[in-house]
Nanobody
Framework: QVQLVESGGGLVQPGGSLRLSCSAS????????MAWYRQAPGKQRELVAS???????NYRDSIKGRFTISRDNANNTVYLQTNSLEPEDTAVYFC???????????????WGQGTQVTVSS
């Protein structure tokens, strides 16, 4: 059983920062890719940033230069440093990972339960 557990969300004023963390636990052979998504009320879930096992990153245009994704492969953890937060960044942020449970098994996709980020004065 694989679990992704996020932490680090909260209430922050515009211009503030938060560091989100997501740790994967369970029987894991290899984490191929990790990503952060977000979903605001009444809107579709959208990809925020992703990172491959070799560190290649990808960001949506609206957060480029403000957010940074990183990962700790040894601890199966992905981070999202969010700076210069804007009210439009308010959403539930979800961790997502493509994981191989065994060396020979196919890649499976997993989601965390989400952490709320609220940007408001």
């Amino acid at each position: 059983q694989v679990q992704l557990v996020e932490s680090g969300g909260g209430l922050v004023q515009p211009g503030g920062s938060l560091r989100l963390s997501c740790s994967a636990s369970g029987r894991i052979s290899r984490i191929v890719g990790m990503a952060w998504y977000r979903q605001a009320p009444g809107k579709q879930r959208e990809l925020v940033a992703s990172i491959t096992s070799d560190g290649t990153t990808n960001y949506r245009d609206s957060i480029k230069g403000r957010f940074t994704i990183s990962r700790d492969n040894a601890n199966n953890t992905v981070y999202l440093q969010t700076n210069s937060l804007e009210p439009e960044d308010t959403a539930v942020y979800f961790c997502n990972a493509d994981i191989k449970l065994f060396w020979s098994s196919p890649v499976r996709n997993y989601w965390g339960q989400g952490t709320q980020v609220t940007v408001s004065s």
